[in-house]
């Protein structure tokens, strides 16, 4: 099944706002297979964000990411790429709607709270970037079939 990185960044840490993004993806129905507090290292976030090297904001950006602790998680289950996307909300805070993360709790696209893989190839990049194979976590979710379409009758009531 799919999986996605998803990173409560410096300032979502702080300002404690990750059981909130925690309680939302699993709310949501995804099941997280890694999770980890972290200090990054530069040449870990030059690697993350390699496709940005060369933005102006790129120096600004090193400093936010370095700047705290950052909760590391990969979250699994259908779509979860472009659905954890949509739980984000937009980049920009201006365009992010109220009821996305980004919408209900960031105001400047530099204090945007969370990261989320754009692509199933990043998400990829971005999980053996950051976690060690050996943590992360295989486990049968107890709910699976009152979260996905499954013939309820054959697995048993
Ligand atoms: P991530 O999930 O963090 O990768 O954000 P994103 O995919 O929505 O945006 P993108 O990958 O284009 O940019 C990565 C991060 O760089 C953003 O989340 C912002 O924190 C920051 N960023 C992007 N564009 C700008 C900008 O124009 N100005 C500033 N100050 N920061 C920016
Ligand atoms: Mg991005």
């Known amino acids: 099944t799919e999986r996605t990185f998803i990173a409560v960044k410096p300032d979502g840490v702080q300002r404690g706002i990750f059981p909130e993004i925690l309680r939302r993806f699993q709310n949501k129905g995804f099941k997280l297979v890694g999770i980890k507090l972290t ?7 030059r690697e993350h964000y390699s496709d ?3 933005k102006p904001f790129f120096p600004s ?17 259908k779509d979860v790429v472009k659905q954890g996307r949509v739980l984000l909300g937009a980049t920009n805070p201006l365009q992010s709607a ?12 530099g204090r945007n ?34 979260i996905y379409e499954v013939n309820l009758l054959t697995s048993g009531r």
Not at 63 to 77: D, R
């Open 39 to 45: 200090l990054a290292n530069e040449s870990l976030l």
């Open 52 to 54: 940005l090297q060369s």
């Open 61 to 77: 950006l090193l400093s936010y990411m370095l700047s705290g602790p950052i909760l590391a998680t990969v979250w699994e289950g």
């Open 98 to 109: 109220p009821g996305t993360i980004r919408g209900d709790f960031a105001l400047d696209m």
């Open 113 to 146: 709270i969370i990261h989320g893989s754009d692509s199933v190839e990043s998400a990829e990049k971005e999980i053996s970037l950051w976690f060690k194979k050996e943590e992360l976590v295989e486990y049968k979710p107890t709910l699976h079939g009152w």
